[in-house]
């Protein structure tokens, strides 16, 4: 090694030489910030691994690098930068909320928090897939990339817009026992089976607002599907108890028969 070069600098100059090289010009490419989640609960024997980065393309598509796609979807970072002090940072990152759709994965998915990896990939766009450009990429290169590996440590805040997670390094977990589920306010059920009992011929979309079974079939010739797979396409819950109540209607009141709702009253998130 070169005397007073760190070591961490001749790791990356080793580790990923071109991106090295670019990261030392004084006018390099722009920097791309990718992100991975990787969930700790496999979905028929697959590993679910969640994709996002805070843009798109020239293209206006997702990027793409290392043959994998990263859709376009809300991202804040802060606290990754380390202390000359030696003391291990605690960052945060904050991923689009919209329509409650991490949140009800996460439940879904009964996310331990100390389980799920977020993994932070960082390359410069002259080295992303060629697919990302009209013309093509000479210097696509999925080797020039940093990575760095971070658990969640908790969930810092949590709305309709964004959910953040405070994140912590492998080395400072404690063994602690958590939850089997999420306190929260959506529900984890899958919809129509196991515990969500609703089978009726009504149809919503994920805001709560009804689809007519005449709307269904138009959705159902519009996108060449049978009436079933428009259904299962288009016939959705929005996960909280006011969309249980509007699915069973008949079953509060005099009646008194509990809904299937498998989410936590006093949970409810900011709208």
């Given at each position: 090694?070169?005397?007073?070069?760190?070591?961490?600098?001749?790791?990356?100059?080793?580790?990923?030489?071109?991106?090295?090289?670019?990261?030392?010009?004084?006018?390099?490419?722009?920097?791309?910030d990718?992100?991975?989640?990787?969930?700790?609960?496999?979905?028929?024997?697959?590993?679910?691994?969640?994709?996002?980065?805070?843009?798109?393309?020239?293209?206006?598509?997702?990027?793409?690098?290392?043959?994998?796609?990263?859709?376009?979807?809300?991202?804040?970072?802060?606290?990754?930068?380390?202390?000359?002090?030696?003391?291990?940072?605690?960052?945060?990152?904050?991923?689009?909320?919209?329509?409650?759709?991490?949140?009800?994965?996460?439940?879904?998915?009964?996310?331990?928090?100390?389980?799920?990896?977020?993994?932070?990939i960082r390359?410069?766009?002259?080295?992303l897939?060629?697919?990302n450009?009209?013309?093509?990429?000479?210097?696509a290169?999925?080797?020039?990339?940093?990575?760095?590996?971070?658990?969640?440590?908790?969930?810092?805040?949590?709305?309709?817009?964004?959910?953040?997670?405070?994140?912590?390094?492998?080395?400072?977990?404690?063994?602690?026992?958590?939850?089997?589920?999420?306190?929260?306010?959506?529900?984890?059920?899958?919809?129509?089976?196991?515990?969500?009992?609703?089978?009726a011929?009504?149809?919503?979309?994920?805001?709560?607002?009804?689809?007519?079974?005449?709307?269904?079939?138009?959705?159902?010739?519009?996108?060449?599907?049978?009436?079933?797979?428009?259904?299962?396409?288009?016939?959705?819950?929005?996960?909280?108890?006011?969309?249980?109540?509007?699915?069973?209607?008949?079953?509060?009141g005099?009646?008194?028969i509990?809904?299937?709702?498998?989410?936590?009253?006093?949970?409810?998130?900011?709208?």
């Amino acid at each position: 090694m070169t005397d007073n070069i760190p070591q961490y600098v001749e790791d990356l100059r080793s580790a990923a030489p071109a991106y090295f090289e670019e990261l030392q010009k004084l006018a390099p490419s722009a920097v791309i910030d990718l992100f991975e989640l990787r969930l700790q609960k496999a979905i028929n024997g697959v590993q679910q691994t969640l994709y996002y980065h805070a843009g798109t393309n020239e293209l206006t598509a997702p990027v793409q690098f290392n043959g994998k796609t990263y859709p376009a979807v809300p991202v804040e970072v802060s606290g990754f930068e380390s202390s000359a002090k030696g003391v291990v940072p605690r960052p945060t990152v904050k991923f689009g909320n919209a329509n409650g759709a991490i949140s009800s994965l996460l439940v879904q998915q009964d996310l331990n928090p100390l389980r799920a990896e977020v993994v932070r990939i960082r390359t410069f766009k002259k080295f992303l897939d060629a697919a990302n450009f009209s013309s093509g990429n000479p210097t696509a290169d999925p080797d020039a990339r940093t990575e760095e590996h971070w658990y969640i440590d908790r969930v810092a805040d949590e709305n309709l817009q964004f959910v953040e997670f405070e994140l912590t390094a492998k080395l400072d977990l404690v063994n602690i026992e958590l939850p089997r589920r999420k306190v929260t306010e959506f529900c984890p059920w899958k919809y129509r089976g196991g515990r969500c009992t609703y089978s009726a011929n009504r149809y919503y979309r994920v805001d709560d607002v009804q689809i007519t079974r005449a709307q269904m079939q138009s959705l159902a010739s519009t996108n060449g599907l049978t009436f079933d797979e428009a259904v299962a396409k288009f016939d959705h819950c929005g996960k909280r108890v006011s969309s249980c109540r509007l699915r069973f209607p008949d079953n509060e009141g005099e009646n008194n028969i509990a809904l299937p709702y498998g989410g936590f009253l006093g949970a409810r998130v900011q709208a």
